[in-house]
């Protein structure tokens, strides 16, 4: 389990990772266009979209130097959206309302496209 600390003038503050990929999955899925996160399995080399309640196993939360995330995003867009607005709306929204939940900066995110779907 990898957490990151936060030193404070009260004291310490731990933030599981899991807890950061959870927020920002929902985060991302109030996103238009992005279906949900997907679940890559390497040796199959198949994409599975997740439930709702499994979107923080479609998303890597790494800490860097200096205490800044970086994020990897697994996700399904829908079908007939422009991808890059998708994207750039994805990480504006994850961008500022990650950082304000957990008080870090985010260096970088990384979004994989894994596929498209038909929204009914």
């Not at 949900?36 to 994409?47: E, F, H, I, K, R």
């Not at 990480?91 to 957990?102: A, L, P, Q, R």
Request: charged residues 20%; hydrophobic residues 45%.
């Amino acid at each position: 389990m990898k957490s990151t600390s936060i030193n404070t003038h009260l004291g310490n503050i731990a933030i599981d990772n899991e807890v950061i990929a959870q927020y920002a999955g929902a985060v991302a899925n109030e996103c238009f266009g992005i279906v949900g996160m997907a679940n890559v399995n390497v040796a199959d080399g198949l994409v599975s979209l997740l439930k709702k309640d499994n979107i923080k196993r479609g998303i890597g939360v790494s800490i860097g130097q200096g205490r800044k995330l970086t994020l990897d995003f697994h996700v399904i867009v829908a079908y007939g959206v422009s991808i890059s607005a998708v994207t750039d709306n994805l990480i504006d929204n994850v961008k500022y309302k990650v950082e304000e939940f957990t008080g870090l900066e985010i260096e970088k995110i990384n979004i994989f496209v894994e596929g498209v779907r038909v929204i009914d």
